[in-house]
């Protein structure tokens, strides 16, 4: 039997590149699978790109994941359409601007905290009361969620901060065998890491690509498939006694 088979998953943050290959790939375990994103458009185009064959296993909400009522409208609606809920994948996120600590935009770094923090507390909030025993929550974070580096005050600030809050969901949440746990990816090669690398290099003045792989010991970017890989990995029950971790999908980059 498929790993996922019949198991209902959200994914916010679900017309990006890792939520909606993490999507192809959970539906390819059998899943079904409920994608979440601020732009219609964006999902619309993104349920377009599921295998007919598997359409009748998808779905699409557009919410805004820092909005509380968004939130609740979200779960609800995996609710009313499948009857269940068994991964929750917070998989949203904004990188914010890159300047010094004394020149970073006040509103930025709320804009920033809100949704790559505000938005996974308000998905567990809501989220973790409707979930089976047994499921599984996988919150992303980043590389550097355990490292930093000058100008990305905000999007380190917030991916750090998502580690301590799937420690205290991961504790709150064991006694219903409910696993939470962090993907920490590295460097991928998608549109959203090409801008924050656009922006790096020019800060930097130099070839930001090339300085990350550089960093990287395996040498290069993920491909989302890697991710959406791990991804499916923790939603399954593969990894039955797993909570509370951080899963490095970095190639080396944080050793």
Request: net charge negative.
């Amino acid at each position: 039997m498929a790993s996922l088979q019949d198991k209902v998953c959200i994914i916010t943050g679900g017309a990006g590149s890792v939520g909606l290959h993490s999507a192809r790939a959970m539906l390819a375990e059998g899943a079904r699978v409920l994608l979440v994103d601020r732009d219609p458009e964006a999902l619309a185009a993104a349920a377009a790109s599921i295998d007919s064959s598997q359409a009748t296993r998808v779905a699409t909400r557009a919410a805004d994941v820092s909005s509380a009522p968004d939130t609740h409208d979200y779960i609800q609606a995996a609710l009313r359409r499948w009857q269940r809920l068994d991964v929750l994948v917070c998989n949203a996120g904004v990188s914010g601007q890159i300047a010094p600590i004394p020149d970073y935009p006040t509103d930025d770094f709320d804009r920033v905290m809100a949704v790559n923090v505000k938005g996974v507390f308000l998905a567990c909030k809501y989220g973790l009361p409707a979930l089976a025993d047994g499921g599984s929550v996988i919150i992303t974070s980043s590389v550097v969620g355990v490292t930093a580096d000058p100008g990305i005050c905000a999007y380190a600030t917030s991916k750090h901060a998502l580690i301590g809050l799937m420690r205290v969901a991961a504790k709150e949440a064991a006694a219903r065998r409910i696993r939470v746990n962090v993907i920490a990816p590295g460097p991928i090669d998608n549109a959203f890491q090409t801008d924050i690398e656009q922006h790096l290099g020019q800060v930097l003045q130099t070839d930001a690509t090339a300085l990350l792989n550089s960093k990287i010991p395996l040498g290069r970017h993920a491909h989302p498939d890697e991710i959406a890989r791990m991804m499916v990995f923790l939603a399954s029950d593969h990894s039955s006694f797993s909570t509370g971790s951080v899963f490095m999908a970095d190639g080396g980059m944080h050793v």
